[in-house]
């Protein structure tokens, strides 16, 4: 099989889209099929070129890493706010089908995946499956456009108003392309289970998969630090500081917990939107917290080795419900205690699975109180239990092998088309 991949984020960046992406590829490439990715330089996430030589090598084509053949396209440079961001990702997605159209011979694809968070990815998806005459999988990583609904905020202001019918418009495009795609992939079953209510005729869930983590085998628990009674709890967050991830909420109840006398501290690795106002709420309320920006994957095993518990945290938005942060899988596998203040489908796996606890989201006094009580405690995650669900559901091999099934599924689609010329 030869798969053409859509994507404005991959290696050599890291982040979940990225990691994701790497092992597929990889399994792919070994299970013998050829992979032709199309996709701008690494440039995520400060917006500026990173990497090697030939990756900034915009219209040149490169080897990656697994033997796939990677076509760099255009993009812009950004600083991170929304319109630049989205400048830049309109212009990889057009470049991105005007390469798969000249390259078509060279490519020839028998099947077209587009991969989301950046939107307009799924346009280029769309138009370059229709122009190749082939089947089109699109995957979306994010609840979209429940998200868009559930983030719109009308306000009065000009601006407020622009910025709810932009994002109406793009939740109607979403669901317009949605509904012409040969098969949509998900990250969780309830959003399957969402879009199928929709009406869409073939929906699948492949689950994001638990990657590696560079030098850690296993992390530091309470029981293996020798921990005691009045010992420090330490918490540790990784992932995106944004407004959907409601981290000031978990800092009021890292002081509401020091209040009552619990020695609780917290470490955020991550940038985002909203860390500037995570850090002002943190010097207003004086609690020990490190906010250590983007930290490299190859240091994050200290991290873990550090941290007694690992905090998941979403905003109670409906489109979140349908969403399991892929950090989750990793504290799954490494058997990682974790504290959730999260909701739906995340908070149903932390509870089966034996993880950790679940507060509503939002709560900031009954996070705090279980923070009280792990601090006398110490931690207890059911680690053989965790371990067995992410062998089970999200494993590099279990996901890759579901992909490659559900691509096979929609070649026959590809002997009622006439091929490009």
């Known amino acids: 099989m030869r798969i053409l991949l859509l994507t404005h984020y991959y290696n050599p960046e890291l982040g979940p889209p990225q990691l994701r992406w790497s092992a597929l590829v990889r399994n792919f490439v070994a299970a013998g099929h050829e992979v032709h990715v199309v996709a701008p330089p690494p440039h995520y996430p400060s917006g500026k070129g990173i990497g090697a030589a030939e990756a900034h090598d915009v219209g040149g084509t490169h080897l990656g890493q697994h033997g796939e053949t990677v076509h760099r396209v255009r993009w812009r440079e950004h600083d991170g706010t929304a319109l630049t961001t989205l400048v830049d990702q309109c212009l990889s997605a057009a470049d991105g089908v005007l390469t798969s159209w000249r390259r078509r011979r060279q490519i020839a694809p028998d099947v077209v995946v587009s991969t989301v968070p950046a939107l307009p990815t799924m346009g280029a998806g769309f138009l370059a499956s229709r122009l190749l005459r082939v089947p089109w999988v699109l995957e979306m990583r994010d609840a979209w456009p429940d998200l868009a609904s ?11 108003q622009v910025r709810w019918y932009a994002v109406g418009a793009a939740a109607r495009g979403v669901t317009f392309l949605q509904r012409r795609a040969d098969v949509v992939v998900t990250t969780t079953d309830s959003f399957t289970q969402t879009l199928v209510q929709r009406g869409l005729r073939r929906v699948s869930t492949v689950r994001n998969a638990h990657h590696p983590v560079p030098g850690l085998q296993e992390p530091g628990s309470t029981e293996r630090r020798g921990w005691a009674p009045g010992d420090p709890l330490h918490v540790v967050y990784v992932g995106t500081v ?9 800092v009021r109840a890292l002081a509401l917990a020091r209040a009552a006398g619990a020695d609780v501290r917290l470490r955020v690795l991550g940038t985002g939107a909203r860390l500037p106002l995570v850090r002002s709420l943190v010097a207003e309320l004086g609690v020990p917290v490190e906010l250590l920006g983007h930290v490299p994957r190859s240091e994050i095993y200290a991290h873990y080795q550090w941290a007694d518990t690992l905090l998941v945290s979403l905003r109670d938005w409906k489109g979140l419900h349908k969403a399991v942060p892929s950090k989750l899988y990793e504290a799954l596998a490494l058997g990682l205690h974790v504290s959730g203040m999260v909701a739906g489908e995340t908070r149903a796996i932390i509870e089966e699975t034996g993880a950790g606890f679940a507060v509503e989201p939002g709560d900031e006094e009954a996070l705090a109180r279980q923070w009280v009580d792990l601090a006398r405690t110490g931690t207890h995650p059911d680690r053989a239990r965790m371990r067995a669900w992410a062998a089970e559901h999200a494993s590099e091999t279990g996901t890759s092998t579901t992909y490659l099934g559900l691509l096979a599924d929609v070649l026959p689609a590809r002997r009622e088309r006439v091929p490009a010329r």
């Not at 719109?152 to 202001?157: E, L, T, Y």
């Not at 991830?245 to 978990?250: C, G, K, N, P, S």
């Open 242 to 250: 944004g407004r959907a991830q409601d981290l000031e909420t978990a």
């Open 150 to 160: 559930d983030a719109r905020n009308p306000g009065r202001a000009l601006k407020q």
